[in-house]
């Protein structure tokens, strides 16, 4: 397992092959640090990426083929070794392959690659997963970075918001925002995850107003937001989601769950700016 380090003349970020996570994202001329660290008293993840699945189905299993598969609440991916297959000091493509291991959770054989990227002060990052099966490969795919709260020693937790780039409409559980830019950060509603669908958005910051880090978030149909009482916050770009209520049916025809054909690669990408 090793980390590879990616810079230019703005910002420096480390990305390391154990599930394929941003260790590191500097802002290099005010040392700033927007990566949640893995502080396992709170959270030791950081940004994994969920496939094949998005939180947990109902019961904990995927039901495919007639046969049940348990992989864990967002799938694998999150603690799997990739290995990196190019690196300079402007990129770094990380890979994992299906295994005997994978097989046993998730029957399907697949490459997906990581692309990361830098542009003055903003990472992109893009994702390509190919069907390596003869037949129809059903998955499900999100991204989960989480961003130091507050990103600045100086501030408080209570200091911050988010952001939209446009005018948000939604309610989720005990959550209400009407026709506003803003989300006030409530430590309750995090903790149980706020779930915008459809978002009109196509970016969110987590802001003081001085200080921020923005995801985009085009193309993704759900977009979460969750921090466990914890000195982060996470932006969650998704293409798929957990099961909200009692779903009893093939993996496959969940909402959420995509397909792809024998052979053929899915691409998506966001990105993360720093600022």
């Known amino acids: 397992m090793a980390a590879f380090v990616i810079e230019n003349e703005l910002v420096r970020a480390v990305i390391d092959e154990h599930a394929s996570e941003i260790h590191s994202f500097v802002n290099k001329e005010t040392g700033i640090e927007y990566m949640w660290q893995g502080d396992p008293a709170f959270w030791s993840g950081r940004n994994p990426t969920l496939f094949p699945m998005v939180g947990s189905t109902w019961d904990k299993k995927l039901h495919i083929d007639g046969k049940e598969y348990v992989t864990g609440n967002h799938g694998f991916t999150r603690r799997s070794e990739f290995t ?17 291991a994978t097989l046993k959770e998730y029957p399907f054989a697949f490459t997906l690659r990581i692309l990361y990227e830098l542009t003055g002060n903003k990472m992109n990052i893009t994702y390509t997963i190919k069907n390596e099966n003869e037949r129809e490969m059903p998955f499900n795919f999100g991204l989960h970075p ?17 952001a939209f780039s446009n005018h948000e409409t939604f309610t989720w559980l005990d959550t209400t925002v009407d026709n506003s830019t803003e989300l006030a950060l409530d430590p309750e509603a995090l903790a149980k995850t706020i779930i915008i669908t459809d978002p009109k958005s ?65 691409t998506t990408a966001y990105s993360i700016k720093i600022w």
């Open 146 to 162: 989480a961003f130091n709260c507050p990103i600045e020693k100086d501030r408080s937790f209570n200091d911050y918001h988010i």
């Open 202 to 266: 196509s970016e969110a910051s987590l802001t003081d107003g001085k200080h921020g880090v923005t995801v985009s978030c085009v193309g993704y149909k759900w977009l979460a937001f969750w921090s466990p009482n914890a000195p982060f916050v996470c932006i969650e770009p998704w293409h798929s989601h957990t099961d909200f209520d009692k779903v009893e049916c093939e993996f496959k025809d969940r909402e959420g769950t995509l397909t792809l054909d024998a052979g053929k690669t899915f």
């Open 84 to 100: 990196c297959v190019e690196h300079d000091d402007s990129h770094v493509v990380m890979e994992l392959k299906s295994s005997e």
